[in-house]
């Protein structure tokens, strides 16, 4: 065999275990229901391998993946849920978004109503409504967490570190998705970040940013199967200098000037 055919071979054999990646970006959705089967390292590994593949600016690579289980994820949730419960506020190291109004509100609503719609959870019942929000302060009670932080040095450089960050976040839960694992990027899991950076012994010179929680999902738990609604792209997409063929050309040189 070749060393070009063994390269063929190599890829086609990687091509079968790929799923598609137009389907994974469609059938994607956070998953916040979880089974006790333990995740691996390796599979981590793999997973982290190919978020660490995002673009980012002048190729900075500025985030970093702290990966959580067992005792120290437990630590994490503890700390996490108890501050927020004993009405410590929330301290986190990016700036918070605060209030949404308007078409974010709204959108912001539709995920909720359908969410506790599934989990059979109505308006009034408060106590339940609360015992979700601790759920995610808990992540989820998922077995592994991936804390992603970027790096402090970048914070003068304005915000393109977080969107760097963030491609690096998408990947993640495209790849563990692509391998059957369920995720949900969890911005409560962080809420209390000073416990994070205790418990998960993270660097002063980096910036929390986020938490993934992750796990096999649970098929029996009703808000894994909610697909959030998505505008249709002629909504937010303009096309512009298109021919009347509707292709996108290059305009030779000359033409252009
Ligand atoms: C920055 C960020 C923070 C998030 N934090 C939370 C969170 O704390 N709790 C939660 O249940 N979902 C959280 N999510 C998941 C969003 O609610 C979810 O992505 C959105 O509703 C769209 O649903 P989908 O992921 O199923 O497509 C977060 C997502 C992002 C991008």
């Known amino acids: 065999m070749t060393k070009g055919s063994r390269g063929a071979e190599a890829r086609a054999l990687r091509q079968e275990d790929r799923m598609d990646l137009f389907e994974a970006m469609r059938e994607r959705r956070s998953i916040r229901g979880f089974t006790d089967q333990p995740v691996s390292r390796a599979l981590m590994e793999e997973i982290?391998?190919?978020a660490n593949m995002a673009p980012s600016s002048m190729n900075t690579q500025p985030w970093h993946f702290h990966?959580?289980?067992g005792e120290v994820l437990e630590n994490v949730r503890r700390g996490n849920t108890e501050r927020m419960l004993g009405g410590v506020p929330p301290s986190r190291e990016i700036p918070a978004h605060g209030k949404y109004e308007g078409v974010h509100r709204d959108?912001?609503?539709?995920?909720a109503k359908q969410l506790f719609a599934a989990m059979g959870i109505a308006r009034e019942d408060a106590?339940?409504?609360?015992d979700w929000v601790m759920r995610g302060f808990r992540q989820f009670d998922a077995p592994v967490s991936v804390v992603v932080t970027y790096d402090r040095a970048l914070n003068d450089h304005g915000p393109v570190a977080i969107f760097d960050a963030g491609a690096a976040v998408h990947g993640l839960v495209l790849a563990a998705w692509a391998k059957g694992l369920g995720a949900v990027i969890n911005g409560q899991g962080i809420m209390q970040?000073?416990?994070?950076?205790?418990?998960?012994e993270i660097p002063e010179d980096q910036v929390i940013l986020t938490c993934v929680a992750l796990g096999w999902p649970d098929r029996d738990f009703a808000?894994?199967?909610v697909k959030s609604v998505r505008r249709d792209v002629a909504e937010n997409t303009s096309f512009q200098g298109?021919?009347?063929e509707g292709q996108g050309r290059r305009l030779?040189?000359?033409a252009a000037e």
């Open 242 to 244: 298109f021919d009347a």
């Open 48 to 50: 982290l391998t190919a």
């Open 67 to 69: 990966v959580l289980t």
């Open 107 to 111: 959108r912001q609503v539709e995920i």
């Open 193 to 200: 970040s000073p416990v994070v950076r205790e418990c998960a």
């Open 127 to 130: 106590e339940r409504r609360q």
């Open 252 to 254: 030779r040189r000359e």
């Open 223 to 225: 808000a894994n199967d």
